[in-house]
């Protein structure tokens, strides 16, 4: 007699879908909708410290399509102030995290370490200083380069520790098909410097950071 019942999937093939579909629900959400990073350095003090781990808001900007970052659904595009995870111009194979500065058509330009906005001085809460000593006109672009424009489907970007950070006054504009997302918010939070699988490492999370909304 014939039984009208279906077969039952084995056990093994309801582990390998299973695996199969959360891989790539992983891959959608990494791809489209969300990111995380790690902090290696310095250059956004006081705003970022080593060792911070922070989400990526990666459909605010639009909806691209992997590695070419051609916009399928555009959104919105970068603001000034907004921290941006972007492609470094130089090496794309390398991710960088900076603080808009200056978007398509900004004149920018800094004076003894002072930055100018289209002609007007900008004071930025976030913009961290570590050095009285100014660097005269000519020795480098640290603080004083510029004027420049910005040019278009480009912005222009800027550590928040001004003086150890290296930003668009040394290589340049990025380019929004390169800029991954904003970050939004802080997950994790410790100490790099400590062995991992260390009583230092554990007692080095900063726990009052976790949680903490990127500005």
Same mark, same amino acid.
């Given at each position: 007699m014939l039984s009208s019942q279906k077969p039952q999937k084995s056990v093994v093939r309801e582990?390998?879908? =299973?695996?199969?579909? =959360?891989?790539?629900?992983a891959l959608f959400i990494?791809?489209?909708i969300v990111q995380a990073f790690k902090i290696p350095s310095g250059s956004m003090l006081p705003?970022?410290?080593?060792g911070d781990h922070l989400l990526v808001n990666k459909f605010i900007y639009g909806v691209k399509i992997p590695m070419t970052g051609n916009v399928?659904?555009?959104w919105k595009s970068p603001e000034r102030d907004d921290v941006?995870?972007?492609?470094?111009p130089k090496d794309r194979s390398i991710d960088y995290i900076k603080r808009v500065v200056g978007i398509a058509g900004d004149i920018v330009e800094v004076?003894?370490?002072?930055?100018?906005?289209?002609?007007?001085p900008i004071t930025n809460p976030h913009a961290h200083f570590t050095e009285s000593t100014v660097m005269a006109a000519g020795t480098g672009p640290r603080d004083n380069m510029g004027p420049v424009k910005v040019p278009e489907g480009t912005l222009f970007v800027m550590g928040d520790n001004r003086d150890n950070s290296y930003d668009s006054r040394f290589w340049g504009f990025v380019p929004l098909k390169d800029v991954l997302g904003k970050a939004?918010?802080?997950?994790?939070?410790w100490d790099l410097d400590e062995p991992l699988m260390s009583v230092d490492r554990f007692t080095s999370i900063r726990?009052?950071?976790i949680g903490n909304i990127v500005y």
């Open positions: 582990y390998v879908e =299973a695996i199969i579909i =959360a891989i790539i629900l990494r791809s489209f705003t970022l410290q080593i399928l659904i555009p941006v995870v972007f492609r470094f004076k003894d370490k002072q930055l100018f906005l289209n002609g007007e939004f918010i802080l997950y994790w939070s726990w009052g950071r």
